[in-house]
Structures are given as C-alpha cells and as structure tokens.
C-alpha cells in the first residue's frame, strides 16, 4: 500500500483529543483534566497535518505531525526562526509504509513556501531523520555531582544568592534567559506558556520546585528526599539553571553545595562546556552519566540560514550540499564576523556534503574535521578545510534547554 492511500489533510481543534491518543499510545503517556486544554497555550492544532485511512466519514487518523514556531540564538549572538516538526506519531497498526515520508516532506515543502531557513525537531531514535536532511546539532549532558565530595577551589561570596518564591522567578528568569541567549546559541525564546511549565507545579507532582536566584542566574530544583540506612542522601534536581556572569555561575553552586543535606545534585541539561569541573578542587566529582543530542537542524534556504549566524574566522569555500528533497546544489560562501554572502555557483566545489551535516554543524557545536574523518564530508585542500573547521566552532557549546 502506497503512502498515498492516507490522504494528508491540516488539522482541526477538534482532533485534538485523537492527536493526543495517537501520540500518547506510541510514547506512552494519557493526558487527563486540564492537561489537553493547557497544551492548546504551546501548540496549534490547524498546523498539525493528519494522515487519514477509510473512506469519506468514517476516516480514521493514522498519523500526526505538528510545528511549533520557535526562535533560536545563534553563535555571535543573533537569532533566527526555525519551525520545529514535533508530535510525530504513526499509528502502531500503519508504520513503515511511507506515512512519516509523506507527513514530513508535505511538511518541509509548505515551510520552504513559507520561506524558512531550516526547520528543526528533536528525535524519538537516533536513525530516522537524517534521511530527512536534519543533523543533530545541539548536545547536552546528564551529570551528578556528589556535595560530599566537591569542594570549590576559592571560597565564593554567595550574598547575592536568595531563595526566591515561584512569583519572583516569573519576573526575573525571562530577563536572564534573554541575557542567556545572547552568549549560547541553540537556547529557545520562551513564551510565556513556556514560562509556565518551567515555573509552575504540574498538579501530580510530589516535591514543590524550588528557586535559587541571582540577579545574573537562576537554578530551577526539586528536592528529592531519600535516606541511606538513616542517613540523609537526598538528591537536588536541577530542571534549569542558566548564568550569565562567571560570578553568577560561582555564587549558585556555592549555594547548592552548601545544602550539606543533599547528597547529590543532579540534572539532565547540563551543557557540555560548563566550567563547573574547573570551580571543584577534584574535577572527578563531576560525574557525567550520558551526553545525548536534542535539537536537530534541517537546512531549507543556505542564504538565509548561513547570513543569520557570525563565524569565528573570515573563509570562503564552495561547499556541494546533497540533497535528496531539495535537490544538489554547490554554494560559494563567504563568511565572517557579520555573518556570510552566499550564492549558488557552478564552480568545482572544496567541500561536499549531505545537507544534514551543514544542519549538525550550524550551531557550532560539532567540528567539521570530525565529519570529514568520519567519511560524512569530503575535501582536499587541508588548509582550507582547517579555516572553515574553525570559522564553524562557536565560543560556547549550543544547548537548546527547552525540549520541544
Ligand atoms: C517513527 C515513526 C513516526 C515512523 O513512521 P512510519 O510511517 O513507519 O515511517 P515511514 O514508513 O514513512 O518511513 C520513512 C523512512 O524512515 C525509516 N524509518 C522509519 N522508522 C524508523 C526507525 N525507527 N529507525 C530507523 N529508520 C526508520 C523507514 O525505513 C523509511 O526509510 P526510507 O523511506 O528511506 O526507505 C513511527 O514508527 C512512530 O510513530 N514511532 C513511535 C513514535 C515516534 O518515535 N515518533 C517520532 C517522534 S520524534
């Protein structure tokens, strides 16, 4: 049966509830109460695109996609708008018979129309969407650090540290993030339904979330209590801290690592360049328990997308992109500090790729050589290639901190 046998219609408010059920039946989760209506603040169900089998009336949903509009940083400090694919779910009794391929290209092709420079999502399994053009280009990191054992280099000043209340945090946490995002690209402006789901206690949560602030940072935490044969080994989950200022980063652990009943302070979105190992006497208290990708990037107009972002050093390369959707094409690009010129060329190119690898390496957080040594990019001029390897690395590890 051909993909085409599921005709793709956009969605409507009223298939929210079956949207849901598709999804929650492949991820494993129920949305109860208020939670269907509270997702309607994040996402638009009209930009859903729904696969359908059966006829006329009695149709059913077979598949799902949605977007979310999101917004980026970018190494040098800008930003650009990306739609992000999300909510993708194929009905268990239709996989694998080309129902993702429609749903996505339909979906790419409308955001080309719509002139997007890329399109970005974050994957269930590793192996699926580069077929797509995406490439993972953020990271970030699962640590533990054991307070017993950590103990900071220098003493900190942390009086400018307070416990703050959840209301405190709503004014001053969009000011930081904001602040945030000018120094590491990949971060996601947040609304403020998003805002909300950071701050506020979903109702079947146990522990109320707790907030460290800074006038320069922030720690998001949940108290997690346990005893160890009577003895305190309570566990601080960081949900988010972000930091502007080495100080700011300083004074909140200082005060995290004070909570001398807490054993263990933990959390899944680290970056993975965080100073916190240089701050300890015994960098090995850091233990980092896995570095996983989160958002990946599809490329959809070169020009726009290689003019938003600054590069390290000048270049100039003309890079063959493969793209099985779009279509080849060779680029002549000429970045810098401002940002880059970019035109379609016929001229031999230096550098040859698949499309998803310039959607890994556009936040800045890969290395080029490590493409090339791996067999996913081709070149010849050594030197070259070191120049654009460079001009690529952004100063700060990308980390896209909002899962969408
Ligand atoms: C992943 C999922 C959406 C795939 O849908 P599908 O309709 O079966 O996919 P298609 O038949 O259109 O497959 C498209 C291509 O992806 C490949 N593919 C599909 N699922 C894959 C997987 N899990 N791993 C690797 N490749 C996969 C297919 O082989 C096919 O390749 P080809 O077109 O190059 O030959 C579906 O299995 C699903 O709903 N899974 C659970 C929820 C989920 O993981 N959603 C993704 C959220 S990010």
Do not use: C
């Amino acid at each position: 049966v051909s993909a085409s046998s599921y005709p793709i219609r956009p969605g409507t408010v009223a298939d929210l509830p079956e949207i849901a059920r598709q999804d929650g039946v492949q991820f494993g989760y129920e949305f109860r109460g208020r939670a269907l209506e509270d997702v309607l603040r994040i996402l638009d169900p009209e930009r859903f695109l729904i696969a359908t089998a059966g006829a006329p009336g009695s149709e059913r949903v077979v598949g799902v996609s949605g977007e979310y509009d999101l917004n980026f940083s970018l190494p040098g400090g800008g930003n650009i708008d990306m739609p992000a694919v999300t909510w993708v779910s194929v009905a268990p009794t239709h996989t694998r018979r080309g129902i993702l391929r429609s749903l996505l290209e339909t979906q790419l092709r409308r955001y080309i129309d719509e002139g997007a420079a890329a399109s970005t999502l974050t994957a269930s399994q590793g192996g699926i969407y580069e077929r797509f053009g995406f490439g993972a280009a953020t990271q970030i990191r699962e640590m533990a650090i054991s307070t017993h054992g950590a103990r900071l280099r220098r003493e900190v000043d942390a009086t400018g540290v307070w416990l703050g209340t959840a209301d405190e945090a709503r004014s001053l946490l969009p000011d930081v993030h904001e602040r945030w995002r000018t120094q590491v690209p990949g971060l996601v402006r947040r609304n403020a339904a998003r805002w909300d789901a950071v701050i506020d206690d979903p109702s079947d949560s146990g522990q109320r979330k707790m907030f460290l602030l800074h006038e320069d940072g922030y720690v998001v935490f949940r108290p997690e209590l346990h005893k160890d044969e009577g003895h305190p080994d309570s566990t601080l989950r960081i949900i988010e801290y972000a930091t502007t200022t080495p100080q700011a980063h300083a004074a909140l652990w200082q005060s995290m690592l004070s909570m001398e009943l807490y054993a263990w302070i933990e959390t899944e979105m680290a970056p993975i360049d965080d100073p916190i190992e240089h701050l300890l006497l015994d960098a090995r208290q850091v233990r980092t328990r896995s570095v996983a990708d989160l958002a990946w990037v599809r490329p959809l107009n070169i020009a726009a997308l290689l003019s938003a972002r600054s590069y390290a050093v000048e270049f100039e390369v003309v890079w063959e992109l493969r793209d099985s959707l779009l279509g080849d094409a060779r680029y002549r690009i000429k970045g810098g500090a401002e940002g880059a010129e970019v035109a379609r060329t016929d001229d031999s190119a230096d550098l040859s790729s698949d499309v998803s690898v310039l959607g890994a390496l556009y936040l800045g957080g890969h290395r080029l050589q490590s493409f090339l040594r791996g067999g996913r990019a081709e070149g010849g001029d050594e030197g070259l290639l070191r120049r654009v390897d460079r001009a690529l690395l952004a100063d700060r590890a990308p980390l896209a901190g909002t899962s969408f």
